[in-house]
């Protein structure tokens, strides 16, 4: 899980570096390429993110089932 995490940051900086160039250069100068790479970044991002999500979902019903959560009496 720690390791997700160190993904979904380094894709998030990946992709707002690669953002960056491309709004710096305009869209005369762009690539295609850049943009197809560009599309496949955000795709990798977004299955990260509902792959954490997923294992948080999952780790929170694990604890909730196995009476590890902590609960909160008035």
Known sequence: ????????LAALLTIGFKMYN??????NASNPSDMESFVGM???FALISVALI?????GRAKD???GKAT???P
Do not use: C, D, E, R
Request: aromatic share 22%; charged share 15%.
């Open 64 to 66: 909730k089932f196995s």
């Open 1 to 8: 899980m720690k390791t997700l995490k160190w993904l979904w």
């Open 22 to 27: 491309i709004l710096s250069t305009g869209p």
């Open 71 to 73: 609960s909160k009496n």
């Open 54 to 58: 997923f294992l948080w979902i999952v």
């Open 42 to 44: 955000i795709f990798a």
